[in-house]
């Protein structure tokens, strides 16, 4: 089934999604990590340290973090879950440069590590990952359903997804206000920073049509996910969903 933001493309209705989102990332890859946080205000560090803590209990070794990006939820991943391996996995070399640096710095070298993979067609073994989290870059994937079936497929049976995105609200006044921002404020923003201005009008506008609540709940368990929950932070801001893959009877 094809879904509304798997049409979005960055550049131009022409050519594969994959290829312009990596061409897109790879560009705004220098000022990505500062107009992360002045776009969302911050908040987004909750969001992540939320998502990642729903994680501590199952205490996993061998993490995967897909469309990993610059790091910052890798690193944050292994600080606070002390896994003995983190591998990130993303289309864009831009990013994971920045990424790779990141680490060094950190001196996480040892703990994470990261290569170029198709989210779509990974080119990992089958079962071989305790938990797999994706943080703000599903709504990227080409085909949904195909991206969400690979993360099954390398996940250990009994392991689990932490998925968090960024959503729009639908409640008055928060949809009005956060389509002002996200239509008039966000795209001037990112156009002055990045110096790109076609990305910061496309990532808003994937975020308006991609699934959430209960039909991205629904879209868990069609591909094969069991016990799929979610939670929505600040108003609809961003949505956490957590999902397991079964067990082999």
Known sequence: MAY???????????????????????????????????????IDRHWRRAALDTLKVHRPQRML?????????????????????????????GMMAVARDKVAKAGLDG?????????????????????????????????LEQGLSEMLRVLRPGGHLVIIELTAP????????FWLYSHVAMPLIGRIVSRDARAYTYLPHT?????????????????????????RFTFGLSTLYTACKPTVS
């Open 4 to 42: 509304a933001q798997e049409h979005i493309k960055p550049y131009s209705a022409e050519g594969e999604k994959s290829q312009q989102v990596e061409e897109m990332f790879d560009n705004i890859a220098p000022t990505y990590d500062f107009l992360n946080h002045l776009l969302s205000l911050g």
């Open 65 to 93: 973090d897909v469309a990993t990006g610059t790091g910052d939820f890798a690193i944050l991943a292994a600080r606070r879950l002390s896994p003995q391996s983190l591998l990130g996995v993303d289309l864009s070399e």
């Open 111 to 143: 703990v994470i590590s990261f290569q170029k993979e198709d989210c779509l067609n990974l080119s990992l073994p089958t079962d071989s990952f305790d938990a797999i989290t994706v943080a703000y870059g599903i709504r990227n994937f080409q085909h």
């Open 170 to 177: 639908r409640r008055f006044p928060m949809k009005q206000l």
């Open 207 to 231: 975020m308006e049509v991609f699934p959430q609540g209960e039909q991205m709940q629904q879209i868990l368990q069609k591909v094969g996910f069991s016990d799929v929950q979610f939670k």
